[in-house]
């Protein structure tokens, strides 16, 4: 069974900072999530990425699949930004194959 | 365009009761799923269904059933709520298998006393 850590657990940041969150994965995977959980509990699907990079607007996501890591970057952050994110790594097979992180908490201050 | 429907978002059960969480979808996706989230734990997945008709069980479905008679809704029923089963509760869908994007309801609140 996959096993996903998320760093940091909690993370409190100024306005403007650019912030960094890792998430590491113990099994092979064919598809890594990032996703974003608002403080009123509805999560929202990020970003889903196989190899390399991708961006919407200020978030940028990245995977290494041999060193087995992805980081979700958050440029010029705001507090709106302030969320739990979560990973998730999809090792392939049937729905069980989905090992959630246990998400990143993320405070955003003016 | 609703996306995932989840209703009710809170409830309160006594221990002994049951119920059953509504969960439709408006995007013709095959794949749906239930999870649950527990403070400080990741998502657990309880059943999931691959399209209509069909429907398997995931990591947590003790206490639960499920059916899948038609693509749009999956209702999640629990049967005898036990202390347990108090939790936050996650449907969500997505096009093709899990490497592509999950699509998530608002979720439902759900508190057994």
């Known amino acids: 069974k996959n096993e996903v850590e998320q760093s940091p657990q909690n993370l409190t940041a100024q306005e403007g900072e650019f912030i960094t969150i890792n998430c590491s994965y113990s099994v092979g995977i064919s598809a890594l999530h990032w996703l974003q959980q608002h403080p009123g509990g509805g999560i929202v699907s990020l970003f889903m990425?196989?190899?390399g990079k991708k961006k919407h607007g200020r978030l940028i996501a990245t995977i290494n699949i041999q060193e087995k890591h992805s980081s979700l970057h958050i440029t010029a952050s705001h507090p709106r930004d302030s969320a739990v994110y979560i990973c998730a790594a999809y090792s392939g097979g049937g729905a069980d194959g989905l090992t959630f992180g246990k998400g990143t908490h993320l405070i955003i201050q003016p | 365009n609703a996306g995932v429907t989840q209703t009710p978002k809170f409830r309160i059960l006594k221990i002994g009761q049951s119920m059953t969480l509504q969960c439709t979808q408006d995007m013709n996706h095959n794949y749906m799923y239930w999870y649950r989230q527990d403070p400080g734990m990741g998502l657990k997945l309880i059943y999931y269904s691959v399209g209509a008709g069909i429907t398997d069980k995931g990591e947590v479905p003790n206490g639960y059933n499920v059916s899948r008679s038609t693509t749009e809704d999956f209702p999640l029923r629990l049967e005898l709520a036990a202390p347990s089963q108090t939790s936050v509760y996650f449907c969500a869908s997505s096009r093709d298998r899990l490497n592509s994007p999950l699509h998530f309801g608002n979720g439902t609140r759900l508190t057994v006393t």
């Open positions: 990425l196989s190899s």
